[in-house]
């Protein structure tokens, strides 16, 4: 992991501290946090954040600053439900807002918590 990545990854993990079943993995070339078997957040190697949310909360949500449509490869727009958030835009309020809507949306798909 990057340093970037590497700062990203454990404030996340300070967020998540009590959700139950966590793990990490390589994925999208990011450094993932899974809960309950589910992508919530990846941190990329810059320290920017790819999040997965209620793709209901799409357009809302990419409204906000330093929010875009996550893109993966060269130019492929990812699905609705998929954000990407600039590091410069992760403030300890804004990591936590990005982290609990990832997790909304993780108890919804997995039916488990919240």
């Known amino acids: 992991m990057t340093p970037a990545q590497e700062e990203l990854v454990e404030?996340?993990?300070?967020?998540?501290?009590?959700?139950p079943v966590q793990r990490e993995v390589s994925m999208f070339g990011d450094h993932c946090i899974l809960v309950n078997d589910k992508m919530i957040v990846g941190a990329e190697k810059d320290g920017g954040?790819?999040?997965?949310?209620?793709?209901?909360?799409n357009d809302e949500l990419v409204l906000r600053a330093g929010a875009r449509?996550?893109?993966?490869?060269?130019?492929r727009e990812m699905g609705?439900?998929?954000?990407?958030?600039?590091?410069?835009?992760?403030?300890?309020?804004h990591l936590a807002f990005w982290v609990d809507a990832a997790l909304e949306n993780n108890a919804a798909v997995t039916g488990i918590g919240r």
């Not at 404030?11 to 959700?19: P, T, V």
């Not at 954040?49 to 909360?57: C, G, K, P, Q, T």
């Not at 609705?80 to 309020?93: F, M, Q, R, S, Y």
């Open 80 to 93: 609705p439900g998929w954000i990407t958030v600039d590091a410069g835009e992760l403030d300890e309020e």
């Open 49 to 57: 954040l790819l999040v997965r949310v209620s793709a209901d909360r």
């Open 11 to 19: 404030r996340i993990r300070d967020l998540i501290a009590d959700e």
């Open 69 to 75: 449509q996550a893109v993966m490869g060269h130019g």
